[in-house]
């Protein structure tokens, strides 16, 4: 069995060692285009930083290691220009002297990545404009770095873009983002990042959302960004982190089946089109877990687990790739970003129904020190309960949370389970009533009709001729310090004693911080006969939607 | 509707709080012996300590609070001496003024709690003998440490033994910890205790495992403390944390059906032999999700749990208790420990089959600062792969990973489901193959049969005429640091080149540091027609049970 891979990264340097490990006997070729294999591409942006000083750590593993323990025929430097199918054999060629030969192989698996997307904008090429994707990228922008750089500008407010915003500001230079979409994390629900956008400006970003580079020019130092409005922004340093396209060259040059977004398009057990060519990784399209879309979603650990399973399929073993399910997670200087699943958006796109839910937990007790907020917004069936995707945002604790709803959809749980789940609690780490269960409380009572609840979006968009009348349960303390126009102030615990001040021909809309003295009141009132319902998360979800300093 | 309450700590809180939410009509009376209700019983120890400075935060809340709020009428120092099921009333007595008086009920739930064992030994009394229960306990001990306590002797090395021992420390107490058991942590397997014991000496406390006190008698400064081997310690203050028994006082007397353990026997709605009584919390007996044994399992979470759902059943509500699966967590110094599910002396006990693997993984990427290294051991079914426990100690991260089991054991789920899990990797969270994803793959590889593996204890005790020969497979400078009695040295990456060294006709058990080279040995091993086995979990598993300093 010869077995040869395209790409020494990620998925292609899985699958090589598992081949390996099934089998002594294999022939297997590595080609990697790069001087590296199997480097940590998640940790490229914290060398730019600093918190990881040796450039030896980015190296997970080395050709010549992949040599000895693996005997594996690495060969960096080297790139594969075209695959003849009918013939099973692949051009390659070195590099460094230009010679070119050819490869035949039995099974062939693609493992080529996405490249960063360069949109067509003139002054791409001017010197200081970087993508990042490999050592060398982040050699470069390093370089610039250590030379002293003082203002940069990152185009792109995704995952990338984001974590090169936060180790440039960590070394001191004066950072501005640029992004597209009217949000930070433009795959994620908007009003979920605001969190991380009020992170960012609070260290000292200068973040343009809604718009977009028109062109580069040079200036006396460096460079010049322009943007859509007009503005001009000067900076020594330009990070292009507008997101990664399937690298399908040589998929589509060999005539391998494509999907509509690019990515190459695989069965189950990572077959292209062509049973002998396999394909895995970020150049692949996926089929998302919780909504069926065949789509491209670059990640590590997926790309992983797809080139161990191609692996396996070619020698012998059968095997299912799940799809995938985007769980990632991102640290903004003192936020955590994490999520799992389908976002609200993406539900509406496809016009599938869901509820959806927000609580603002602690990440542990209260009463132990060092508690700290989060956000979770939960998505699930409006019948079935089942569990559709969440997102969280906060400091400890986030990817616990996110974690855990990523195995409970994986196992096709429903809100009913999160109320049963039983967690690990003392001080430290969770509460007896964690986070979780919370989620679950809300979302099951909601469901169970227990928890008439409604949204901020359809209390505030409400333009009948009855609107519901906002009541803030809020103690007056906290009412004083902000509420929602045109609400009623009536604390929860007076409310028994004040039922008179409350109309009865229009439904009350009761909140409170963060939910759950709404809901009390919610109970109480419609107890007492009064339409009522509870406005979701509270004034703190009210706040994501309308931030205090947009 | 009129519900009685007994007990107003954790599920008898959550009980009323919860009864009231549903229903504004009901009469709700809650009696609660001591002081203070619905305290933070997990946060007492941390008060000892001083990281919980202020005691009104381990208030949850006020009887005044559920009152207001809830209008509950709360009753405290109010214990209750009887039931008359017959008659549906108790007898209640106001321990201030002695007053006795009956209340009758539609429904009652008792929430009693566990008391703390006191075994039956001479000098119990004596003053600087303390159990620790309530705030009151707490108070004392506090007052205790305060005046300057020197010495101090924690009897039982279990969650509360262990908490009040880190916290005497922290406070600069010399403290020794003597457990009956040779383990810490007697509820789980003893090798996953070896870090913590380490911890522990590591920190100055003099542990005294395999030995219980006789004894008590008072000394010219404070206690000494006779131990069953014949020494005496002395000591200003003594706690007493040997575990916990139901308190079945009320339901025994009025003939209550109580399980072999003590703990009353209930339903899945939670309901007693009595149909008009439930009982909630630490005083019942519960089913245990794995092994469907009937015991007593003492947790915060389930015990709300079990409030919550006996509310809701009193209010008309199909409710189904799922059982307790023993999710539990400690942090002693910097370790942390947390299992969830059986563990193998459990399943050992029971006689149900069971496979076991260990890992080594660091909490995070390696390339990425601050990697703290955890030890998991995974158990499950030997044909389906159904993960039926695990446990974990180390640092950072272990809570995570328990939850994350916690969960798949709820769902039923097995091995072979954790080898896809899709988790949160950015190099400050995971990996790209997580600890979890590890675990999975050791356990679905012996499964499958890629991977024979054998474990220590079978290495070690085979008195067969051809007992395997150890081939330690780590580098030469691992294994001139220290490795097993016996065991032949050749380093993986020689492995190929040096076969001819290898016996033919023995099998040859390799090992590595953690199992991963290890298993790579196996699998070359094996291809070359050589009888060969992997150590699971290697030497760092071998050194659990042949600890470095015993």
Redesign the interface.
Known sequence: MKILIVGGV?GGASAAARAR?????AQIIVFERGPDVSF?N??LP?YVGG???DRG??L?TTPQRLR????LDVRIRTSVEAIDREAKRVRARDLATGREYDETYDKLILSPGAAPVRPPLPGLDLPGVCTLRNLADVDGIKACVDRGVRRAVVVGGG?IGLEIVENLVRRGVNTTLVELRDQVLPQWDREMTTPLLESLTGQGVAVRLGQSVTELTPAAEGLEVHLTGGDRLPAELVVLGVGVRPDNRLAVQSGLEIGSGGGIRVNESLQTSDPDVYAVGDAIEVTH?VTGEALSIP???????QGRLAADHILGRTVRY?G??G?????VFDR?A?M?GATEAMLVRQARPCRKVYIHPAHH?????GAQPMTLKLLFHPETGRILGAQAVGGLGV??R???L???I??G?TVF?L????????????S???PI?MAGFVAAGLLRG?HPQVDWETVLGLESESPPRLLDVRTAAEFARGSVPGALSIP??EL?ERLDELPRDRTIAAFCQVGQRG??AT??LS??GFPACNVGGGYKTYRLFHPEHP
Not at 68 to 71: E, G
Not at 327 to 331: C, F, P
Not at 419 to 430: D, H, K, T
């Open positions: 990620a490990r099934l089998s002594e006997t940590a998640c940790g914290y918190e990881i000083a750590k980015l997970v000895q323990r693996f005997r995952f877990v990640l590590a650990g997926p790309a992983n687990r799940r995938t399910q769980t990632s997670i991102v640290r955590t994490a799992t007790a209260g009463y132990y020190p990817d616990k996110i974690d855990i990523a195995v409970a994986q196992a749980m389970d109320e049963e789940m039983e967690l690990a609690y003392s001080p430290q780490f969770g007896a009533k964690d269960n227990d929860l615990d028994r809901y009390v109970r109480i107890q007492h």
